[in-house]
């Protein structure tokens, strides 16, 4: 017979595919690349995006001095809107599989999709390093990489190590080993209906007293009214 499985680490697969989701799409908006340097008592700070935004400042001999402009090399928007691109599918594919996972849809579907956005989070990478190395080759020379740069490398393994947990899931449904069990409603204790009071039986004393208080009686050898069980006059007994 199959061991049964638990299920409780299966929650945890849409986390890891939402967070790589979101550190790719940060990465858009952060610094790719980065140059510091300092020389003859000047410090230069620059940093670039991908989409060809930088800022750069320098301070130092009495001045301070920044500027915000867009690149205008077509060889490094080219290959930086290209990994944008890249980034966004990813972005896309990975918020896809953590929604289909999340809803407890196909896992083999899902572990595909995640897995795809975090090789394309990785391939994005590739294209912006690998394009600039090779269209501007004293470019890595003097950047160096960014934070924007270290993010995609991070959501990446995430969309991957989430794909692979949907994939070992897929693999324990087909096998059968997943646990089906779902927990019992805590039992709540129903409230016991209260017995009735029964009605006493009635003695003749009682039948007496009731019938008197209905109507009056008259001892029937002295004719005195009568209250209680003898008469007041005559010692009688009363009689029905």
Not at 25 to 47: R, T, V
Not at 144 to 153: A, E, N, R, T
């Amino acid at each position: 017979m199959a061991q049964i499985r638990s299920t409780d680490w299966m929650r945890h697969i849409p986390k890891l595919l939402r967070a790589g989701a979101v550190l790719v799409i940060i990465s858009i908006f952060l610094p790719a690349s980065h140059n510091f340097q300092s020389a003859m008592g000047y410090d230069l700070m620059e940093l670039i995006w991908y989409f060809g935004l930088y800022f750069v400042t320098i301070s130092g001999g009495g001045i301070s001095e920044s500027d915000t402009d867009f690149i205008d090399i077509e060889e490094y928007l080219t290959w930086g809107i290209a990994a944008i691109v890249l980034f966004i599918f990813a972005f896309i594919l990975m918020v896809a599989a953590a929604s289909k996972e999340k809803r407890k849809k196909d896992h083999k579907i899902t572990a595909a999709t995640g897995l795809l956005g975090g090789i394309l989070a990785f391939i994005g990478l590739a294209v912006y390093y690998g394009g600039l190395k090779e269209e501007i080759p004293g470019w890595w020379s003097i950047a160096d990489p960014s934070v924007g740069f270290y993010l995609p490398i991070i959501g990446g393994i995430l969309g991957i190590l989430g794909a692979i947990a949907s994939g070992y899931a897929y693999s324990l449904e087909r096998g059968g080993t997943l646990s089906t069990y779902q927990p019992q409603p805590v039992y709540q204790p129903q409230p016991v209906d209260q017995p009735q009071p029964v009605d006493q039986p009635t003695t003749g004393a009682q039948v007496i007293d009731q019938s008197q208080q209905e109507k009056p009686m008259f001892c029937k050898k002295c004719g005195k009214k009568l209250v209680g069980d003898f008469c007041q006059e005559c010692g009688a007994k009363a009689e029905l």
